[in-house]
């Protein structure tokens, strides 16, 4: 898939933080991943106001690997359903 | 989706660090997602072992995101293109 892709640096603000991003993704890409990054942390510190910022981006990760994972387990379902059809 | 389950808490090591997830989930459920961040984060070190502990948590959950917005897009590709045939 990465045939004739540049590899792109793309700068991000995270939580008042600074990324630079390399990769073959379009700027925009990145900033959309950016922002719904930022926007999990904020959530999850509003919730848990004492996390330090280290426990409150691992959380981050974690609720953000839940989420991918059950959404896997949803499409592989739907896939097995639709198979029998 | 949550009548009848009871909250659980379940205890979780990542990166040398122990967390407490309280949730419906399956506890084997959250080790699972648990052991994905934790395999991540040591990935991502491996390639950038200058990083602290936050910028690489941060960058986990970038990463993470970025997998499952990448994975979004390609299901709802293939349901558009279901739904044509």
């Given at each position: ?38 926007q999990k942390m ?44």
């Amino acid at each position: 898939m990465s045939e004739g892709k540049e590899r792109q640096r793309t700068t991000v603000s995270i939580y008042g933080q600074q990324y630079t991003v390399v990769g073959e993704d379009e700027p925009e890409h990145v900033q959309n991943v950016a922002r719904a990054v930022d926007q999990k942390m904020r959530e999850i510190k509003s919730i848990n106001p004492y996390l330090d910022t280290t426990r409150l981006a691992v959380l981050t990760a974690i609720n953000v690997m839940d989420d991918q994972l059950k959404q896997q387990a949803l499409t592989e379902k739907e896939r097995l359903e639709k198979d029998e059809d």
